[in-house]
């Protein structure tokens, strides 16, 4: 894999290979946290079980973590984008988009991925924003698909 994690000294933040540490010291923001702490006894076992390290990053803005975002491979040709934002997310809005869109462009040209999918709950808006800025789109509605029984959006991005 070609993609290289850097220091970007222009933008203040510095993209890094995750870390469980990382998990453990970002502040969730309220939805998150609503989210996360609400439905699972113990959400950062439950987060961190469930990732990919190959394939999971953190964003830092003057050393502490204000994203973990990663990919998860399906089958041939297929992933799952998924992105945990901090509460301060919200600063650093272009430097979180530049990496993600490179990170996503990365993956798809040297994974050789024709469709990348991430599910975005109906509620939250800022996701769902932040899903379009990353050029994915809704395919379908989710009836009560979340762990709160909240519907969600599937949405996808294809190959270029």
Request: overall charge negative; glycine content about 8%.
């Amino acid at each position: 894999m070609s993609f290289i994690p850097h220091p970007n000294i222009n933008m203040g933040h510095q993209l890094v290979p995750y870390r469980k540490s990382h998990l453990i010291s970002m502040e969730l923001g309220d939805y998150e946290r609503y989210h996360y702490e609400g439905n699972f006894d113990d959400y950062i076992s439950y987060v961190d079980d469930g990732l990919i390290e190959e394939f999971t990053y953190t964003i830092m803005a003057k050393g502490k973590p204000i994203c973990i975002f990663g990919l998860r491979p399906y089958w041939k040709g297929v992933g799952e984008v998924w992105l945990l934002p901090g509460k301060n997310i919200r600063q650093n809005p272009i430097a979180v988009v530049k990496e993600c869109r490179g990170f996503l462009d990365e993956m798809m040209y040297e994974y050789d991925l024709k469709r990348l999918q991430i599910a975005v709950s109906v509620a939250n808006k800022p996701a769902y924003k932040f899903a379009k800025t990353l050029y994915f789109n809704e395919e379908s509605l989710m009836e009560r698909f979340g762990p709160e029984g909240e519907d969600y959006y599937m949405m996808v991005r294809f190959e270029k």
